[in-house]
């Protein structure tokens, strides 16, 4: 698939790829840091969520919305050696920074990035070993950033698609907060009026790798119909887990980056419960 590398390909490959580790803790902001320092593929840089590839929460934007300034993101990659040509692999424990990384990757013009299928524990059980010693930084890279609008969707692209059935909404949650059976995270329970529920798991098997295209499109049946897709999740973090899955099988998609967790905060939003 053209968005992964398997952990054969990095090992053979590593010397001339950047390597970056986005393992994180939704829950414990300091654990990814931790986990990095005791061990990571040798030569990787750690890119942490809440301070790299967020800003600080304000009333609007979700739990985990884009840094105010998309350059203090590129200088971070730059400061890895990152630019505009370069092939990127970045893994984490369970696809879903990772994915989020990937996505702001593309939404910055950075083509050539691509997930370690499966995370970290797909390197591990090749034999493959893993080192705590630090990653020198190396000579600063250079990135033409140009940002993609098609990447991205937000709060008025999200009221305009409630009403028009040629755009389709994908929550990525899963069914039980989809429907509002449950929610133990935001403060409102429930789904966006005519979103389709389509948890992102279901494009991943057990050991965290991505299914088989043809297993994806089953998934996505009928997706394909619609002029427009825009993914979201709780806070613009796993959804990119489905965006690319979509895009394996020739689906463009957007990312509402502010996700459940911005939609919520505006009094005039309706919401839904159930299944459907």
């Known amino acids: 698939m053209k968005n992964l590398a398997d952990a054969k390909y990095l090992h053979e490959n590593m010397d001339r790829v950047v390597i970056i580790d986005a393992t994180n803790n939704f829950m414990i902001a300091s654990e990814g840091r931790e986990k990095y320092d005791k061990r990571h593929i040798r030569g990787a840089f750690h890119i942490d969520l809440k301070m790299d590839m967020c800003r600080p929460v304000t009333k609007h934007g979700g739990r985990d919305p884009l840094p105010e300034d998309m350059n203090s993101f590129r200088e971070k990659l730059e400061q890895f050696g990152i630019s505009t040509d370069s092939e990127v692999i970045v893994y984490d424990e369970d696809m879903v920074p990772a994915s989020r990384f990937w996505w702001m990757c593309r939404y910055i013009g950075l083509k050539n990035v691509k997930l370690l299928d499966g995370g970290i524990n797909s390197w591990t059980e090749n034999g493959y070993e893993l080192t705590d010693e630090p990653s020198q930084l190396p000579q600063r890279g250079s990135i033409d950033m140009k940002l993609d609008p098609e990447c991205i969707a937000d709060i008025d692209d999200i009221r305009k698609a409630i009403w ?35 948890f992102y798991e279901k494009v991943l098997r057990s050991d965290g790798k991505y299914r088989s295209l043809d297993e994806i499109r089953m998934v996505f049946e009928g997706f394909d119909k619609y002029r427009e897709v825009i993914v979201h999740c709780g806070s613009g973090v796993s959804g990119p887990v489905n965006i690319i899955a979509l895009d394996e099988i020739g689906i463009d998609s957007k990312l509402y980056v502010g996700s459940w967790s911005d939609y919520i905060t505006y009094e005039d939003s309706v919401i839904a419960t159930g299944d459907i």
């Open 164 to 198: 028009d059935d040629s755009v389709l909404i994908i929550d990525s949650r899963s069914s039980a907060r989809y429907s509002g059976r449950e929610e133990l995270i935001d403060v409102k329970a429930g789904h966006i009026p005519g979103a389709k529920n389509s």
